[in-house]
């Protein structure tokens, strides 16, 4: 059964790109090698991953590096990538708190765009958050159809 976030002691905090790697492999890459997990730029040093602990188990991931797009005029820009929640813990605003802390730690870098490329099946989740679809649908070899996204912060 899927646990109830009023019981449970939660904190979200920085982690390794490496501890990324513990909820990416089992909902982002399940069955492909480790280090598939991998991104590009994911050591670099305006990049930082957040994680959310459930009683200290880790539970959910997500992942914001400095990238621009030239479809967007502003500077300094964020892209979001890897966000992902366990199974078991899925639909109890995990996701939700993930993304939040991360657009609250992008605001006090003076980063003032975040965009991504989201799968389908996540365009509702990211809509409730308060993103954006811009442009058309594109395949991304392995993983599927994407659309991007983007909010621009307040
Ligand atoms: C997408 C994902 C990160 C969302 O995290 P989550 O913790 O399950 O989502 P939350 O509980 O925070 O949901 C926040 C809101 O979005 C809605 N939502 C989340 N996933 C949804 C879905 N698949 N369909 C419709 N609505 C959804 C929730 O109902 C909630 O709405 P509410 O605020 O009105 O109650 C998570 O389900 C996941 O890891 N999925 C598999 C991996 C994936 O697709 N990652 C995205 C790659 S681009």
Known sequence: MAPNIDNNKTHIT???AEETYGVRH??????RPIEDCEFENDTHK???????YVNSL???VVTFMKASKDIFEHKDQYQLRGMAVLEAYQGLQ???LLVEKGEGIVKEKNGKIIWFNAREVALKF?????????GDAFNIPKVGTHYMM?????
């Open 14 to 16: 920085f982690i390794t």
């Open 26 to 31: 089992p909902v982002l890459r399940p069955g």
């Open 46 to 52: 305006d990049t930082f991953h957040l994680g959310l």
């Open 58 to 60: 880790l539970i959910g």
């Open 94 to 96: 995990y996701g939700k």
């Open 126 to 134: 990211y809509t409730k958050c308060g993103y954006k679809i811009i």
């Open 150 to 154: 983007f909010k621009i912060l307040k």
